[in-house]
């Protein structure tokens, strides 16, 4: 247990659907992210918010769009994805987004049908 | 392209062997770090190393860094079962506030 939530845990959605994932977080961090666990490929950052504030965005599609009401919470809102978004999706916190190490949520494992 | 590769991107031992796996980076870097994957779950970090430093210890764990070479490598002494995993390096950029994975290695350990 690490101290950061995920879910679900797993989400089976259809590419005309909208659904969310969220994740929680209640160590004080100041810094929160979303990476994309695909098979075969490296991690994926795609979304970096420090003090609630978007300071990352990867050239991520915009049928994903992330939301921070406040430092506790990140959420990632899907819609209209692909079948190659199946993946796992990950959060992570962080002290700050400086020279810190990242505590992970046990991941959302997405499947697009 | 990725900041941080990983070597070997696979490596089976038996229980009780070392297990070496290196990770080359090609930008300046604040720190690196080392993290375990199990299949299908989230990453728990294993050890931070900062540039200044050349080698740390946690456990049976070994981390050093060569900054002039751009490389670190993770020894795990005396492999359990339980090591099996998969391991990654991460390296947080001089400039800027990624903290970039590579492919990672994955470790199968034969009890």
């Known amino acids: 247990e690490t101290g950061v939530t995920q879910t679900p845990r797993h989400l089976v959605m259809g590419m005309t659907n909208k659904k969310s994932l969220k994740c929680e977080q209640h160590l004080g961090h100041n810094a929160m992210y979303w990476y994309k666990q695909s098979a075969k490929k490296p991690l994926e950052l795609m979304f970096v918010y420090s003090l609630e504030e978007r300071v990352e965005n990867n050239s991520v599609p915009s049928r994903f769009s992330p939301e921070c009401p406040n430092s506790s919470h990140l959420f990632l809102h899907l819609h209209t994805l692909q079948p190659e978004d199946s993946a796992l999706y990950l959060c992570?916190?962080?002290?700050?987004?400086?020279?810190?190490?990242?505590?992970f949520g046990q991941g959302t494992r997405l499947t697009v049908v | 392209s990725q900041q941080g590769e990983e070597d070997p991107q696979a490596l089976s031992i038996q229980e009780g062997e070392n297990a070496t796996m290196n990770c080359s980076y090609k930008?300046?870097?604040?720190?690196l770090q080392w993290y375990r994957q199990n299949s299908g779950r989230g990453l728990v970090h294993l050890i931070l190393?900062?540039?200044?430093?050349r080698e740390k210890h946690s456990g049976r764990l070994r981390v050093t860094l060569d900054t002039s070479k751009k490389s670190s490598s993770l020894l795990i002494t005396a492999s359990r079962a339980a090591d099996t995993a998969s391991y990654f390096c991460a390296t947080d950029r001089a400039a800027g506030n990624k903290l970039t994975f590579g492919g990672g290695t994955r470790v199968l350990v034969k009890p």
């Open positions: 190393i900062r540039s200044n430093e």
């Open positions: 930008t300046s870097i604040n720190n």
């Open positions: 992570a916190s962080s002290q700050t987004t400086g020279v810190t190490e990242a505590f």
